[in-house]
């Protein structure tokens, strides 16, 4: 027997002032619904703002805070279970969801296209895996977000298949954003060249990790900064080619100490390894 005998249309239910993601499109039947489309979508929306990390988590917050939600939701049936939170955010266009998030926020007066990202605020490009998402036929759903440091906001987000697409999934991400006058940093997945050339085009400054599987350059690297650290005083260095940053403060009682040193000059990088950076 279908969930939904009485064919309700369960297919809309956005809530009030929820409007920017009525573009998206209801991909369930409607014999087999119980929640109302609108409604999963402005619950998925508050734990991704919240920091939940998987769908399991999000149906617990939802169980959770479920006194909470029906200030603004009908829930004719409860809330939804984690199933029905990974089929609908799976079948999701992730650029038309992004977008709708977008559109909220500027709504909502948060202008994150325009000029709202400052000068030397920080955007987080991160992968996660959603826990809950894998199954026996398919990988773990991987989410890529944009977060904006300072404001503590996420500015977009994208999901991939797999953790491979993440380096086609950063480009798209980038695009969403105003880039100009920030710093964006990213785990060696998105070290490549294509996607560094991306932020300087958008006249914006990277921060990108660099491993060992990145051969010569890293090892060109690691080179240069231990004979700084070993034969160079830097707090007598020329500051055009070298900055020297620490910090220092007590944690739990303990001094801890924090070193940042920057290289202004390639001049020693060998011109074929610094021909592709």
Known sequence: MPRNPDKIDYSRGFPKNFEAFEELTDPRGDGHTKHHFGEIIFMAYTCIICGMKSYELM???????????????ALPNGTPSYNTFSR??????????????????????????????????????DGKA?????????????????????????????????????????????????????????DAMGTQREIA????????????????????????IIDQFDFAARQLDLTKTSSKNWSLHIEEEKNRGRLEKRQTIVCHNLDWMSQEILSLV
């Not at 999701?92 to 605020?121: K, N, Q, T, W, Y």
Request: proline share 2%; with cysteine.
């Open 59 to 73: 149906e617990e917050f939802c169980e959770i805070r479920q006194k909470w939600f029906e200030k603004w939701l």
């Open 88 to 125: 609908i955010m799976e079948s999701l266009d992730p650029v038309l969801f992004s977008r709708c998030i977008i559109v909220h926020l500027r709504m909502a007066g948060v202008e994150v296209e325009d000029d709202e990202v400052p000068i030397d605020d920080q955007i987080a490009i």
């Open 130 to 186: 959603l826990r809950g998402s894998r199954t026996k036929e398919e990988r773990h759903i991987h989410a890529v977000s944009a977060w904006a440091c300072e404001k503590g906001l996420t500015l977009a987000q994208t999901f991939v298949d797999e953790k491979s697409n993440e380096i086609t999934a950063i480009p798209e991400l980038l695009k969403m954003l105003n880039l100009q006058g920030a710093v964006v940093s990213i």
């Open 197 to 220: 050339g991306q932020i300087v085009d958008a006249e914006a400054d990277y921060v990108l990790c660099v491993k060992g599987n990145q051969g010569d350059l890293h090892k060109e």
